[in-house]
Structures are given as C-alpha cells and as structure tokens.
C-alpha cells in the first residue's frame, strides 16, 4: 500500500503524508525502486479520491475538506497530478499491477467516483480497488465496482451523436434509479446499463478489500458522530484473499486492511480522541494502525466465513 499523499486523510485519524509535489514524487520513486522487478499488487493512496482537498464533484459540491495549508486553487490539480505521476512511475516497474481509489458502495456515487478514477489515469492502471478498510458487503460492492466500469465505459464510447461522451452524471449508480438503502431495488441500475451501454464492453477491472466484511457494517446507536467505520463492533473477517473470484471484472478479494489494527481513537463524538473511552469496547481506543487485541480476536471469532 502506498500511503504518503498530501493532506491525506485530511487531517483525520491518519494525517500525514508527504508535504508538497516535489516530496511526494520523490517518494514514490523510492518505493517503485523498492520494488525492483519483484511481482507486487500496488494499492495506490486509500482515500486518495474519495477526499480531495478544494475539490468541486461532478455535481458542482465543493470538497469539505479544505485544509489551511492548501492553496485551493491547486489542490485538486495537484492530487490528481501526482496520482497520474504514481502510476506512470509504478507502471515502469515490469511487474507491478497498481490500483486507484473507488471508495466503497456507501459512499461515491459511481459517475463522481468513475470521473475522479479517470482524471486519476486508472486507463493507464491495472484498475481500481473498493472497500480499502471498510466493512461494505461484497455482493453490494461487486454491484458498484461492476457499475464504476461500465459508467467509465459508457462516457468514453460515444454514440453517433456523442451525447454521453464525458458525461458520468449520466451514469446509473447505487443512489439512482437504485435506491441506496434497499439491495432488492439494485437490479434497476443493472438495467439502466443494460438498457444504455450497448455493445460497448468495461475493461477497467477492480480488486475489493474482505478483510473485515464477512458481516457487513454496523449499524451505530444515536451518538453524537456515530464513527461507523471506526472500529466497529460485531463485526468479522470476511472472504479469504484469492484471484478466484468467477467474475471477470474483478482479479482479487484481498485483506488490504491488516484485520486487528485499530481505525483510530474513536469517540462517537463524546470527547477528546486520545482521552475519550470508547462506549463500544470500554476502552480508549489504539491510535490508528496500532494492534487492537480485542478487535482482532472478535473479528476472527466471527469470521463469515468463519475460519
């Protein structure tokens, strides 16, 4: 996993990175020279397009994150810059397979994420990953990452008038006509693209993260900010990593996330991260990528799956 962007996580529980252009291309170089010519799957910046700081979406919404050492005029250029540059960079490696950020089916919209991976130059990758430490169900998230490909295929194809050539907002998506919060609903964005893409085939190919979904995510009691991604409870390890997936799209389920490393000190919004217990373990939480013992041993109790 390559990790090191600038402003990553936007200040969150994993700020950090690299802190300009210069810096953070320097970086990547070293870690591709790292490699060498050994075989590795790069997962290329978690978050790195779900949150772009000063960023305006396809649906003209501005990006909350808007950090103070950004120059907004800039930032989302030079995100989708240096992601560009990364994978030119890692591509020069003879066995590198590197993959860009799709978020996961409960957040982007397919069209925005489609754009963001595009502009990103996921054309030029191996694909794109979903789901990178979260707990989305994998048939929810086979649905969109399936979806992302075809929208990518859909606004790069014109028809003879071209009129969805560049237009992702056009694209079906988990939130339309689909209805997010009802799976039964889904089959109705299947036949949006059925009905929409013609003969024109996706080839972006995808790799989704199961090291913590064997039972979906959690749904919170009302606190203040619920954290539902941060180290929920109840939850279970889920698909062993394979290549065996038996859709063509998709060339891997693999644990990205090490299952056992905390999210971070999560509060519900009760207090202080660092200070704050966590009403969900009855602890303060490890900081993020510490080892949370509780965590891992209730993820593997309640494997799905299970072990």
């Known amino acids: ?27 990547i170089d070293g870690f591709a020279k790292g490699i060498g010519r050994r075989e590795a799957v790069v997962i290329l910046e978690p978050d790195g397009l779900g949150i772009i700081p000063f960023y305006t979406d396809i649906n003209g919404n ?20 240096m992601l560009n540059a990364a994978v030119d960079r890692l591509n020069e490696q003879p066995n590198v397979s590197v993959y860009l950020d799709g978020t996961h089916s409960s957040w982007l ?13 996921v054309n030029r990758a191996s694909g794109f990953f979903v789901n990178v430490s979260n707990y989305r169900l994998t048939e929810h998230l086979v649905k969109y990452a399936t979806w992302i490909s075809k929208c990518i295929a859909f606004a790069h194809n014109p028809d003879d008038e071209g009129w969805r050539l560049g237009h992702y907002e056009f694209c ?10 009802d799976f039964s609903t889904w089959h109705l964005t299947d036949e949006w693209y059925d009905a929409n893409l013609g003969s024109v085939v996706p080839t972006a190919h995808f790799v989704i993260d199961t090291s913590r979904n064997g039972r979906g995510p959690w749904t919170p009691p009302a606190y203040p900010d619920p954290q539902d991604w941060c180290n929920p409870p109840g939850r279970g390890l889920g698909l062993r990593p394979t290549a065996q997936t038996g859709v063509p799209l998709l060339d891997a389920f ?14 519900r919004g009760l207090g202080p991260a660092g200070t704050t217990i ?30």
């Open 1 to 27: 996993m390559a990790y090191n962007i600038p402003f990553r996580d936007c200040a969150q529980f994993s700020a950090g990175g690299a802190t300009n252009r210069a810096e953070y291309l320097a970086w």
């Open 62 to 81: 501005m990006e909350w994150c808007q950090p103070p050492e950004a120059d907004p005029a800039t930032a989302a250029s030079d995100r989708f810059f």
């Open 109 to 121: 919209g397919v069209g925005d994420a489609a754009k963001r991976l595009v502009d990103a130059g």
């Open 172 to 181: 079906g998506s988990q939130y339309f006509p689909a209805n997010p919060d």
């Open 254 to 267: 693999l644990w990205v996330k090490i299952a056992g490393e905390s999210d971070g000190e999560c509060t």
């Open 278 to 307: 966590d009403p969900e373990w009855g602890q303060v939480d490890p900081p993020a990528g510490h080892w949370f013992p509780a965590q891992a041993l209730q993820l593997a109790h309640l494997a799905t799956p299970p072990l």
